[in-house]
């Protein structure tokens, strides 16, 4: 069992910038492809970014292209999503989830890709 952790939200400025990190439990971490998802009020849950095992695949929805880049750090059990030139529509809770089996990076991950999730953080932007 994984369990996930997300702090790091909080309120910001449209133009700021935050870093938002995922804390994962157990020994197995290295080996999941993990992902953000962000759900806005009133909205589902969606897909934002992705990396595989390595690091070295990553996809993004168009949104986030050029304005998010995801990491991870295997040694620390950890994923980070950074988040620069914030507007008020990224404002949302943002879920760390991972997955068990493989992911080449080529597409979105979708809620049922999903093994683990994190409890989710607020972002607020405000204009």
């Known amino acids: 069992q994984v369990q996930l952790v997300e702090p790091g939200g909080g309120l910001v400025q449209a133009g700021d910038s935050l870093r938002l990190s995922c804390a994962a439990s157990?020994?197995?971490?290295?080996?999941?492809?993990m992902g953000w998802f962000r759900q806005a009020p009133g909205n589902v849950r969606e897909f934002v970014a992705a990396?595989?095992?390595?690091?070295?695949?990553?996809y993004y929805v168009d949104s986030a292209k050029g304005r998010f880049t995801i990491s991870r750090d295997n040694a620390k059990n950890t994923v980070y999503l950074q988040m620069n030139s914030l507007k008020p529509e990224d404002t949302a809770v943002y879920y760390c989830?991972?997955?068990?089996?493989?992911?080449?990076?080529?597409?979105?991950?979708?809620?049922?890709?999903?093994?683990?999730w994190g409890k989710g953080t607020l972002v607020t932007v405000s204009s």
């Open positions: 989830a991972g997955r068990r089996g493989p992911y080449s990076a080529n597409g979105p991950l979708y809620d049922y890709d999903m093994d683990y």
């Open positions: 157990g020994r197995t971490f290295s080996r999941y492809a």
């Open positions: 990396i595989d095992w390595s690091g070295d695949s990553i």
